[in-house]
């Protein structure tokens, strides 16, 4: 069974394009670790999208905000605007499928899904000592979380925690990982629609669990069309401007 793993779709559909483009083939099942909505401008496109293809999907905090079940006041103002404006946009089915979404962590074809921590799933986890809880708590060996828009992640065995760098290189399409036996796994795809760690190509990540490989993708597309919609939808600039800087 190889997984494609998706998170922080955050309404791009270009950038979800181009991911689901270059993972053709290559996956029998589609998973999604939440934050569908929120930032871009295609928010009817992207659920609409997600909705058949993922088996199994959790919700994000802006899934949540957007749907009214979690309190705006901890976003910034840009990020509020945007929740404001996707709710306005999104069709009442699409809402609906959005408020319905289970919170992680959820155990799903072998592997365990979380948006943010695995305890908390509006924490964000950047620091081993973070990632422990996941690590230890989780019912398998292989966890994916997604909110902080960061690809890598952390490995466990025998108090031995390692952070695992396996970023693509500029002119690779993915950088694979060697899951080993008895070595417990916490693992961020990156971002589909916004990426924050420095490389502005849309992030997912596909597991194959028969051959135990992670392979970490990151993939170009066209940010200037989705700046360009954005602009014309009026959302907010420093949004516009960081997809493009990845940061
Ligand atoms: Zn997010």
Known sequence: MRILVLSDLHANLTALDAALQSAEGRWDQCVC?????GYGPDPNEVTSKI?????????GNHDKAVAGLMDTVDFNPVAKAAVDWTRAHLSAEN????????PG????????????????????????AQALDGLLDSSADLTFFGHTHHQGGFSYQQSNLEILHVHPRASEP????????NRRYLLN???V??????DPRAGFAITDLEHHTVEFWRVPYDIASVQARMRAAALPEPLIQRLSAGR
């Open 95 to 102: 809402l609906k499928w959005l408020a319905n979404l289970p």
């Open 174 to 181: 993915f950088a694979a990982l060697r899951v080993e036996p």
């Open 33 to 37: 670790l939440g934050d569908v909505v």
């Open 51 to 59: 909705r058949p293809l993922a088996a199994h999907s959790i919700r």
């Open 105 to 128: 962590p959820l155990p799903a074809s072998g592997i365990v899904l979380v948006h943010g921590a695995f305890q908390d799933e509006d924490e964000y986890v950047f620091t081993p």
């Open 193 to 198: 629609g916004q990426p924050r760690d420095g």
């Open 189 to 191: 795809p990156g971002s």
